[in-house]
Each structure stands twice: as structure tokens, then as C-alpha cells.
């Protein structure tokens, strides 16, 4: 890991951190160098204008100030265009379009000369912009996702018998190149997948969820994770 790409992630981490801060020798094991060198990275992170504390004694470790001003977001030109890729080649993804205007935003407190390398570096990667389902039907499902609310769904099977029915949604789950919606259907009275592509219609209700989760799925494959971020 070069200097730079190691400054940017001791800084994360030492927010991800918080109060309790990070010792010296745990850092130093982070990131594979001594205990000297995470101290030149402090230094340098200091005179930068993170707002670095340190706390003395067995207790004691560094820490970012989670009241002080911090400095604009920093990324180096590979982490912002890695940012970029995978926003762009998932345009069907939850939340896609939100994940868009975030990653405009990002790049718009990007120092000049990072910006410029982003841009270099961004036109050397290429994605196909189809984008399969329509807008409506992945707003409708984000919606009902996000505020635990009923979807009612128009749902084509795959032996293209077509059906109403309103479901609740409980996770959204990426299998061989598609997204499914997985949730209780109150028509069958059991947790059923549903193939995002093939929902024709879909409205989020009022209606509050119940009380099923992710435990009613059951074991997910051995491959699978959650995008849940590990402190």
C-alpha cells in the first residue's frame, strides 16, 4: 500500500474508531509497518488539519475529533474511480440512483488535481448502461424496503402465469447477475423470491410490515454476504 492510499485508510479507521480511539501497535498491525512509521502518519495527518487526538497511558491510543471540523472528503484517484465502477456497472442495484448522487458529491469536494486524475483514470473503464426493469418499479420497491411498508406487486412467474399480490419486503438479494426481492407473500402465506426484472408494477403501500426478518430466510449460501461495512 503506498503512503497516501495508507493515510487515507488510518484516517477512516481512526473515525470509524471514535472514542475509543486506536493504539499504536494495533495500527501498526493494520496496516503491516512499525510503530515509528504509523507515528510519521499521524504527524503527517496532523499537519494536514485532521483534528487528531491522543490519549495517554495503558487506556490510551489516537483518535479523530468527532466535534472538530474535518477537512474535505480526501480519496485517492483509484478509490474515487472504484467508486464510480461499481456504482456504474450496477444501474439496477437498491438504491442505485441515490449511490449516484452521492458519488457526485464526493467528486465535487475532490481537490482539483485528484479530480483531474479521477477523470483520466475514469475514461479508461467502460460499462454498458442498459439498464433492465424500469424506474418506477425499483423506486416502489427501495421505498417499501427502506419504510417497512407492504409492496403490492404485479409478478409474472417464470412459466408466465401473472399474478397480483402484496408482499413484505425483507431483503434484497443479488444471485447469478440478478437482483431478487425476497419477502412474506400474503398470498401464499410464506416467504417467496421474486425476480426484480419480472415485476411489471409495483406501489408501496401504507401498510407497516409484520414482524418477519432475515432469520425466516434461512442459512444464505456459503458465496453470500451482507454490504453491511465491519468496523
Known amino acids: 500500500m503506498k503512503r497516501v492510499e495508507r493515510l487515507h485508510a488510518l484516517s477512516e479507521m481512526l473515525r470509524r474508531s471514535g472514542s475509543r480511539g486506536c493504539t ?13 512509521t504509523i ?24 483518535g479523530l475529533a468527532t ?15 472504484a467508486l464510480l465502477a ?18 457526485r458529491k464526493i467528486m465535487d469536494v475532490l481537490d482539483p488535481r485528484t479530480r483531474v486524475k479521477v477523470d483520466e ?16 418499479v425499483r423506486s416502489a420497491l427501495e421505498e417499501a424496503m427502506s419504510e417497512q411498508q407492504v409492496v403490492r406487486i404485479r409478478y409474472t412467474a417464470q412459466d ?3 399474478t397480483t399480490r402484496d408482499v413484505e419486503p425483507v431483503i434484497f438479494a443479488s444471485t447469478n447477475g440478478h437482483w431478487d426481492l425476497i419477502g412474506w407473500c400474503q398470498l401464499r402465506n410464506e416467504m417467496r423470491w421474486f425476480r426484480v426484472s419480472r415485476i411489471e408494477h409495483a406501489t408501496a403501500t401504507k401498510t407497516r410490515c409484520g414482524t418477519h426478518d432475515v432469520e ?12 453491511h461495512v465491519e468496523d
Open 24 to 36: 499504536a501497535d494495533r495500527l501498526a498491525n493494520e496496516f503491516g509497518v512499525s510503530v515509528r
Open 39 to 62: 507515528k510519521r502518519d499521524l504527524d503527517a495527518l496532523e499537519n494536514s488539519g485532521a483534528p487528531i487526538w491522543s490519549r495517554p497511558g495503558p487506556r490510551g491510543g489516537y
Open 67 to 81: 466535534q472538530a471540523n474535518l477537512p474535505p472528503v480526501s480519496l485517492t484517484p483509484a478509490q474515487a474511480v
Open 86 to 103: 461499481a456504482v456504474s456497472a450496477a444501474p439496477d442495484a437498491p438504491y442505485a440512483d441515490l449511490a449516484s448522487v452521492a458519488i
Open 121 to 136: 483514470l475514469a475514461r479508461r473503464i467502460w460499462v454498458n448502461t442498459d439498464q433492465p426493469g424500469t424506474r418506477a
Open 160 to 162: 408466465g402465469n401473472k
Open 216 to 227: 425466516e430466510i434461512g442459512i444464505p449460501p456459503a458465496t453470500s454476504r451482507s454490504v
